[in-house]
């Protein structure tokens, strides 16, 4: 064991009653603080993301192919399956699913309300994992069948408004040719996915009914939706769709479908950031405060050792070690407290939030390993440099002054 970190131990030492042993816990407390914060912001941050992101792509896929005059619009120019190159596109690596749907902008009608929706119309391909678990009541539409099936689903919000349960008639009217033309549905199941936007609007059933009120044959859709593995292929994989797919047909990624949702859930970075920056510096500022405190305490004992011959790196390095064991405990107890509060809130929810205001329900949390790792070497680089800093004092401390400092 060499002498610094020796002579470091006593000065930390639990032992004794000194001016800077309750210093030296509160130095502890406010890294383990700083670390908490960043550790919980990045946290947040990442899982409201993925929430919101998963959500949107859950209503829209992660890809959408649509003819090029028929951008936001819910009465679709048809798409041919032949031009939507679905085999092709299907092989593509990265691609998940293909999906053909339909869109049919209607009203359901009560005897007390009137509600604009959208019907989607999908076949019986569709992936409806999604809404398997945002399903609050009833089952998925059933559309395996050789005839259409009648079966729709509808958002919890849409319910509530219009006094719909499972099992319930709904009757839709459309619009075709200045003319209004009914339908007749039945609810099989509610939904609600905390999407205000999409909740409010959506309906889905059997995609058949919106090609025959369009008389629209066998090979034509409103387009096609793709599902991909890896959200960060988004780019990669929609350029090569779209060089797939013919040249009559547009390809847009869920991001240019929705960018206001996604430039909204993108702010938030610019948020953490801050926070992170600020929690770096107070974590260093605390790691100064301590380190001078320490110095200002044992002014005699740097005296002494200057006197004896000892060199100043070697004095700097007795309180670098000193403060260095204040910073990893700091982090060691910061750790704990963030982790085990993200693991609480990840299984039990136990902060809610306002669904409306939020799209979701409680504070989403998710985190790996690699984060967590950055974030704690990156807090410890910055407390290490910040150190350096008042360590160059003990240069300036005279033995003779020292020995007479009181």
Known sequence: MNFEYFISRRIRSKKGDTFSRPIIKVSIAGISLGLAVMLISVAILQGFQKQVRDKIVGFGAHIQVAAFDSNDSFEPSPVSLEDAAIAEVRK??????????????GIIKTDDEIHGVVLKGVDSTYDWSFFSEKLKDGTLPEING??????VLISSKMARMLGFKPGDDLRMYFIIDNNARGRKFRISGIYDTGLGEFDDMYVFGDGRHIRKLNQWDSTLVSGIEIKIDRFEDLGK??????????????????????PQLFDWVEIQDINVLIILILMALVSGITVISTLLILILEHTRDIGLLKALGAETRSIRKIFIYATAYIAGYGLLWGNIAALGLIYLQYKTGFIPLSEESYFVSSVPVTISFPEVLIINLCTLAVCMLMMLIPSLVIRYIAPVKALRFE
């Open 146 to 151: 050789k005839e259409a099936s009648n079966d």
């Open 92 to 105: 593509i690596p990265g691609v998940a699913g293909v999906y053909p749907f339909f869109l049919k902008a």
């Open 237 to 258: 994989i929609s350029e090569e769709v779209y060089h797939t797919v013919s040249y009559k047909l547009n390809t847009r990624t869920i991001r240019q479908l929705y």
